[in-house]
């Protein structure tokens, strides 16, 4: 089976501006999970997203915000872009049970 | 107090050494428990998922979980200079879904 695909791997902007990141799952996989990684807080969770619903959220400001389609593939838009939101944008999809499958990962820097 | 708590070493071993990594959570909530390795410059990858108390063995790993000390561990044995890379400790909470909350890792290097 193919892993999970993210798209663009490398992205760089200005503050201001928005972007919009994708993931596909790993073919029948519905539950995708997206997280933000930097060096200073580590792995820090943003949101799941399961047959299209948002499932479970993280700590993050309404800036960031995602969304699923029906065959499972999802993307997540960062609006009004930071600095500090210069990180690897990862995605992560699972079959019916908890174990999560990470992909490559999107690194946005914003300058 | 941090949710997840990894020593960040560097963890220093010798090849063929066993290799032990440790992972205290403080959510009594937490059902399930996982290890991820991390080389630089890329993704984590699974390694060992865990939900009941005991051991759990899988090739040269073996995940070890406590939740009465709310401890986890991940031994590595005849660790390998391959095996050289960050290891997360994540675990996710009773109440379905998928929602990770990880540790900040342990930098394992094995030398040969």
């Known amino acids: 089976k193919a892993g999970v695909t993210q798209t663009p791997r490398y992205l760089i902007k200005t503050r201001g501006q928005q972007v919009t990141l994708s993931c596909s799952p790993i073919?029948?996989?519905?539950?995708v999970s997206w997280y933000q990684q930097t060096p200073g807080q580590g792995l820090q969770f943003l949101f799941e997203y399961f047959s299209e619903t948002q499932r479970n959220k993280g700590n993050f400001p309404g800036r960031f915000s995602g969304r699923q389609f029906s065959n499972s593939r999802s993307e997540m838009n960062v609006s009004t872009l930071e600095l500090g939101d210069s990180a690897l944008y990862l995605c992560a999809s699972s079959p019916f049970d908890e174990t999560q499958y990470f992909g490559p990962g999107t690194r946005l820097l914003v300058l | 107090q941090k949710e997840v708590e990894q020593n960040s070493g560097p963890l220093s071993v010798p090849e063929g050494a066993i290799a032990s990594l440790n992972c205290t959570y403080s959510?009594?909530?937490?059902?399930?428990f996982f290890w991820y390795r991390q080389y630089s410059g890329k993704s984590p990858e699974l390694i060992m998922f865990i939900y009941s108390n005991g051991d759990k063995e899988d090739g040269r790993f073996t995940a070890q979980l406590n939740k009465a000390s709310q401890y986890v561990s991940l031994l590595i044995r005849d660790s390998q200079p391959s095996d050289s890379a960050t290891y997360l400790c994540?675990?996710?909470?009773?109440?379905?879904?998928?929602?990770?909350?990880f540790g900040t890792g342990t930098q394992l290097k094995v030398e040969l």
């Open positions: 959510d009594r909530g937490s059902q399930s």
């Open positions: 994540a675990v996710n909470r009773a109440g379905g879904g998928n929602k990770l909350t």
């Open positions: 073919s029948g996989h519905r539950s």
